[in-house]
């Protein structure tokens, strides 16, 4: 399984971006989907989390609101939308995908066994 990010950049306060993964191999309909980020010198903390089927969400509450996760299994991708960044929002982020996180949604990590290489997010005041 290989995950891909994309869709980073710079960004002015208030503004948005919209970060897209996409996955190769076949366990992706069956997986549990995250975001993280890491900002520097911080470590890296939960954004969002989707079922495998896209039918619950979850949201950090830094960014409950603001921003919004969603799959398409057809595509085997996962997209971040992200509308009214914060410069606290500037950091590395991360697709997840975790096989045996599936239907109960996990804000942990160490519950994801394949990661994405990042893309950079960093929001100008």
């Known amino acids: 399984v290989q995950l891909q990010a994309s869709g980073g950049g710079l960004v002015q306060t208030g503004g948005s971006l919209k970060l897209s993964c996409a996955i190769s191999?076949?366990?992706?309909?069956?997986?549990?989907m995250g975001w993280f980020r890491q900002a520097p010198g911080k470590e890296r903390e939960f954004v969002a989390a989707?079922?495998?089927?896209?039918?619950?969400?979850l949201y950090a509450d830094s960014v409950k609101g603001r921003f919004t996760i969603s799959r398409d299994n057809a595509r085997n991708t996962v997209d971040l939308q992200m509308n009214s960044l914060r410069s606290e929002d500037t950091g590395v982020y991360y697709c997840?995908?975790?096989?045996?996180?599936?239907?109960?949604?996990?804000?942990?990590?160490?519950?994801?066994?394949?990661w994405g290489q990042g893309t950079q997010v960093t929001v100008s005041s």
């Open positions: 997840a995908a975790s096989s045996s996180y599936s239907v109960i949604l996990t804000t942990m990590a160490g519950r994801y066994n394949y």
């Open positions: 191999g076949r366990t992706f309909s069956s997986s549990g």
């Open positions: 989707i079922t495998h089927r896209g039918g619950r969400t």
